[in-house]
């Protein structure tokens, strides 16, 4: 970051504090101004931590991004480093207080006319994709859906893996000659799939997981009501289905509830039962055919101009560093105001993570009901976690805490600024539907996959994935696009990594530039003229949530 010409060594994200943050590597003994304050650093602080700014007795409370982050375990100095060792995580208790909350929207003049080019379907809602999906109602089919999967891609041109057959094809080759195998390269670019055979179908998708029998009957309820919400997506055209018959999850079940979520759902919905067909495959010979009719018709839609409100944007951290709160997150959430301006959804989640920031949350509220559903989620998630002797205390990684997320509360205050500051329309329970446009909370775990899914659940037809340590996550009917916090990582993994807010670090860019720049980005990946990385590498995971403890 710049001030007047002159790179910044260090950032304080709220007047409050009294930590700052290191933008590069400081040395011991190095004398730092900030806001005509020196400080002689007691240690090494390596860039993305903090170090304290002033001396802090046993048990003295320390504040970033404003909140109660954490309290001191033993007297810290004045310029020294923090650890794990000398804070533990602290929040502040909240409560529903009746505050009266003003936002002031970002001016959205520049974006107010713009469209993006998705599938409209029958329903009224806008997709940024055009998917075919593979659904499972139990694990059994799970081997079925494998094969498919290997037949339909490989075949219409949705497979990901051709180069990597011809790397082992020539790794054998080279073993029969007796040649070395060092010499044998692969091309890592990501294909393209330029010979895809349905020009306007944009995937074939599968569903597998490892539920639908066997656990209790509420989770098979629960993942009824999830694979459901994914039939009713509106980036999916068609929906086979494949059951084998004597599992809890009984196909009457997943069609009760998409037609509850849905009573309009008129999209072709293929179900296949192994315990009524002939053989196994008869079953993927059947599946395989009449789904190869549905490519044929929902090859015929087309992308039709759409208004930027009716796109939905989930926001996401993963992989997360000590610049994401300073950085990417931040510049999502711009991004994610300015959406809410113009009409749209955004879906923040990830519960564990709103750990410490509750109050802010629950002051933008936009009534006691909202507000009361939403402290009524967290409590009895962090009390089930606690039950069995975790809590979300215990949420941040060992990566995170190495590249310097200390505690819940900061990971936390950092990983909010992803929503922006919007008022908080809804609260969303675990695969209910968003139906207000505005800033949601969903409940779901903090973890990558288990997230994203339920965001998918949700409606999101964009996910903001940021990351500072990199990660390869993705999902089946949900474009997701990587939002990198440093230009280090962006270059690194420049294979998986779509954005670089790293400008904003190096003072190139604000992060309201960088928001704008992110929503420009989503409205050519909601129009299809950009492709993410984790959509051109098939990175399609999907773990439902069993309502168990998951942080």
Sequence with gaps: MLENGVKRLVVKMHPEDNVLVALTDLAKGESVTFDKETYILQDTIKAKHKFYTTDLKEGAEVTMYGVLVGKVQNDVAKGSLMTTDNLKHAAEPYQYRHVDFEWKAPDVSKFKDRTFRGYKRNDGRVGTANYWLFVPTVFCENRNLDVIREALHNELGYSVSDKYTQYTHNLLEAFKKGESLDSIDVQLAPDQNTNKIFKNVDGIKFLNHQGGCGGTRQDSATLSALLASYANHPNVAGITVLSLGCQHLQVQDF????????????????????????????????????????????????????????????????????????????????????????????????????????????????????????????????????????????????????????????????AAKKGGTAPVVDVLDYTEPV????????????????????????????????????????NPVCPVIKVATNSILAKKMSDIIDIDCGPIISGEKTIEEMGEDILEYCIKAASGEIIPKAVLLNQDDFIPWKRGVSL
Excluded: W
Excluded at 448 to 458: I, L, N, Q, R, S
């Design 435 to 474: 139906t207000k446009a505005g800033l949601s909370l969903v409940c779901t775990p903090g973890n990558d996959v288990e997230a994203t899914t339920g965001k998918a659940a949700a409606g999101a037809t964009l996910i903001l994935f940021t990351t500072g340590l990199g990660t390869p996550t993705g």
């Design 255 to 414: 069609t009760n509830d998409v037609k509850k979520q849905n009573p309009s759902f008129d999209k072709p919905l293929y179900i296949f039962e192994q315990q009524q067909s002939k053989s196994e495959e008869q079953l993927i010979a059947d599946a395989i055919k009449k789904t190869f009719e549905g490519l044929i018709e929902i090859n015929k839609l087309e992308r039709v101009a759409a208004p930027l409100s009716e796109l939905c944007l989930g926001v996401k951290c993963g992989g997360s560093d000590g610049f994401s709160g300073v950085s990417a997150n931040p510049a999502v959430g711009y991004t994610s105001d300015l959406l809410v301006a113009l009409g749209g959804k955004v879906l923040l989640a990830e519960f564990p993570e709103l750990c410490g920031v509750e109050q802010n949350l629950i002051d933008r509220c936009t009534s006691e009901t909202v507000a009361k559903k939403f402290i009524d989620l967290m409590q009895s998630y962090d009390a089930l976690a606690h039950k069995v002797g975790s809590g979300f205390h215990m949420n941040p990684s060992p990566g995170n805490i190495k590249d310097g997320l200390i505690t819940d509360a900061i990971k936390s205050a950092g």
